[in-house]
């Protein structure tokens, strides 16, 4: 995907978190103690945020909007969070500027980054020069809706990342976009990081 259209955002955030204030506590061995529940919860939405942006995918359902500003090549669409749940809406603005539905695509949710393309025998239709954002796609994506859907050793990378800000990293001097997270995050979410998106 070319720098120019990696242009997405998160619409409906997922409903829970895939760990619970338990489960997190019972990590920090802190178990019994509440003086610190509002801050561990934010802790586990930033450590999940942070595994979802490391490897490009969502773990609990949640909705985004995709955009580009033009048909990529073969009008081969990638999504960019994964894994793929279902389409919500593909528009496009015709060569009029009228805010046209697609309908005749076909989905390839086999491969690790899902993608979106025209019917076989069939083309992308012709859209607006020039518009900004001329091509929208909202849809779902995740593991499933519950925390037992999502992969345990991401969970478990979750818990350590957790920890790591909880324990070690509470000041955060660290924190830029070089953070020098433990090497076991980033060796559990090996085979789940999607590059290129």
Not at 27 to 48: F, M, P, S, V
Not at 106 to 117: E, F, G, M, P, R
Request: hydrophobic fraction near 35%.
């Amino acid at each position: 995907m070319n720098q120019e259209q990696k242009k997405y955002q998160i619409t409906s955030q997922p409903a829970i978190e895939p760990i619970t204030l338990s489960e997190a506590r019972e990590h920090l061995r802190n178990e019994g103690l509440t003086a610190d529940d509002d801050y561990i919860n934010t802790l586990i939405t930033t450590a999940r945020k942070w595994v979802e942006n490391y490897t490009s995918r969502a773990l609990i359902n949640q909705t985004w909007v995709q955009s580009w500003d033009y048909v990529p090549g073969k009008a081969v669409f990638e999504i960019a969070r994964n894994p793929l749940v279902s389409i919500t809406s593909f528009q496009y603005y015709d060569e009029n500027g009228d805010s046209q539905s697609y309908t005749t695509y076909q989905t390839d949710t086999q491969s690790d980054v899902a993608i979106l393309c025209p019917n076989y025998n069939t083309t992308f239709p012709s859209v607006q020069l020039g518009r900004l954002n001329v091509i929208n796609l909202t849809f779902v994506c995740g593991y499933g809706l519950t925390a037992d859907d999502v992969p345990m050793d991401i969970k478990h990378a979750i818990k350590i990342l957790l920890a790591y800000f909880y324990d070690d990293n509470r000041s955060g001097v660290y924190m830029d976009k070089t953070i020098p997270v433990p090497k076991i995050v980033e060796y559990l979410l090996t085979n789940y990081r999607l590059t290129g998106l």
